[in-house]
């Protein structure tokens, strides 16, 4: 084990004018167990470190002599087939790409494609490398290369895509979704407030997109202002928003993949109250998150609900939390690490006042009690200007990529936010991203394709009723 321990070095100003850095090497009990599977073949020899003292004596010493001389690496005279599934396949995929920088056999085990999927499994979790797995490049670009990509961000690039078809009759403050591929638009606000309730799709894996009008049986009522999530890999879920006579508390399910589609209303007992530009999320693939948004007189609300869809009579549950951050609408909801649940911004209450916000709030609901913590990020990062209506994108590894929504003064819609909720203290960091970038970015008109793609509708002119010019970030080369 190599333990490593750096200090900063100050000047009489306090500014760090240099570090020190001390490594202890140190034996490690590392349990090496029955190995299961053969990804790799036994070493046919073992591998030796060599310090500088002894790589001196080693021109000097008899080939006889050498073997007790110089000291062995104890983790190098382990089989390949030890070290690839017992210790690399445990890293992060920085940790692995570190290692394979050490020496050339390192070099060679982390080559191998089953290794760094598996690397990829056991820090991003399965459900998110399925989720990469069906994206049609993935198999070209490779896992290591990927990791390396989602990690670093190397590759992220914005550019704009033009596509055919038509979202007719025109409208705003739709809710959009992906499904795989396939881009799917529901709902919103036509002229004089008219609440719409038409479904249309825009596959991006087609040769030549366009946004298709697809007929839908029993069609939920009009409305502006709701959610529209994935849950389950194909079927799409309505919640909420404003309808003809007022704010609403339902759901609706669809499958997409049915032969012949139909939204079913899902009447689960104790729902929450109706509400409006709440946030969303999905558990699991299997339970749908509900937080905040606005009731009634504008009142605006702090509550979090959770809905089991799977059950055989699904029953709202209120999650009994002892503090809840401000009430808030516009906020953004992202999942990471299972069951972890990150809250950033919205339009939230301070005092008497109402203010936009750039406050982060962490939940686990995988403890017995549940709590909400206010997440105070380093002093020192690029923190993103107060907003609602933004953009959040989970990636890989327990980081959230913010852009876009209503910002106060001229900030940019199209720079780039980043936030590791895992580290010790996380750090806000600024991304500089090439390419064709969007003027005007939403939160409710943005999908994320396959865990890599950001689509963003409207983005030219922020008329949101302009949907055949969309801009696409791409964070990896696939």
């Not at 990469?132 to 990927?146: D, S």
């Not at 030549?208 to 994935?230: A, D, F, I, N, Q």
């Not at 401000?326 to 203010?355: C, T």
């Not at 030219?460 to 970030?473: D, M, S, V, Y």
């Amino acid at each position: 084990m190599n333990r490593l321990c750096m200090t900063p070095i100050r000047s009489d100003d306090g500014a760090v004018s240099h570090t020190i850095g001390i490594q202890i090497f140190m034996e490690a009990n590392i349990d090496l167990g029955p190995v299961s599977s053969s990804l790799f073949k036994e070493s046919l020899y073992t591998a030796e470190w060599f310090t500088e003292e002894s790589a001196f004596r080693r021109g000097r010493t008899p080939a006889s002599e050498r073997s007790s001389r110089h000291r062995r690496c104890g983790l190098l005279d382990l089989s390949d087939e030890v070290l690839a599934q017992k210790i690399l396949a445990q890293l992060s995929p920085r940790d692995v790409a570190s290692l394979g920088s050490v020496c050339t056999r390192l070099f060679q085990l982390t080559r191998n494609e089953d290794l760094w999927k598996i690397v990829c499994q056991n820090a991003w979790g399965v459900e998110t490398t399925s989720v990469l797995e069906a994206v049609p490049g993935t198999r070209r670009l490779g896992w290591g290369r990927l990791a390396r990509e989602l990690t670093s961000l190397e590759g992220a690039a914005w550019r704009k895509i033009a596509v055919g078809g038509a979202v007719e009759p025109s409208r705003c403050n739709f809710s959009a979704c992906a499904v795989g591929n396939r881009l799917v638009l529901f709902g919103g606000e036509g002229i004089n407030m008219q609440p719409m309730n038409d479904t249309f799709v825009l596959d991006l894996g087609a040769a030549s997109p366009e946004w298709r009008h697809v007929h839908v049986s029993s069609p939920p009522p009009g409305r502006w202002g709701h959610t529209l999530t994935c849950l389950n890999g194909s079927w799409l879920v309505v919640f909420g928003g404003c309808g003809r006579d007022g704010l609403l508390n339902d759901v609706f399910v669809l499958d997409l993949d049915a032969q012949q589609p139909v939204w079913r209303e899902v009447a689960g007992a104790a729902p929450p109250l109706p509400r409006s530009w709440h946030s969303s999320c999905t558990l699991d693939g299997t339970k749908l998150v509900v937080s905040g948004g606005c009731a009634d007189s504008g009142v605006l609300l702090s509550d979090t609900f959770l809905l089991d869809l799977m059950m055989d009579k699904p029953m709202w549950k209120e999650i009994p939390v002892s503090w809840s951050p401000p009430s808030r609408l516009g906020h953004s909801l992202s999942v990471y690490e299972g069951r972890k649940i990150l809250m950033f911004g919205g339009f939230a209450k301070s005092g008497s006042l109402k203010l936009r916000s750039s406050d982060v709030y962490t939940i686990d609901l995988a403890e017995e009690e549940p709590n909400w913590k206010h997440l105070v990020s380093n002093p020192g990062g690029s923190v993103p200007p107060p907003r609602l209506d933004h953009v959040a994108v989970s990636l890989p590894g327990g980081r959230v990529l913010i852009f876009g929504g209503s910002i106060a003064g001229l900030h940019s819609a199209s720079q780039l936010y980043l936030l590791d909720a895992t580290e010790e203290k996380p750090t806000w960091r600024r991304l500089d991203v090439p390419g064709q970038k969007p003027k005007f970015a939403w939160g409710h008109s943005t999908c994320v394709v396959g865990g890599t793609r950001a689509v963003v509708l409207g983005g030219e002119t922020g008329e949101e009723w302009i949907l055949n010019e969309l801009h696409e970030l791409s964070l990896a080369t696939i």
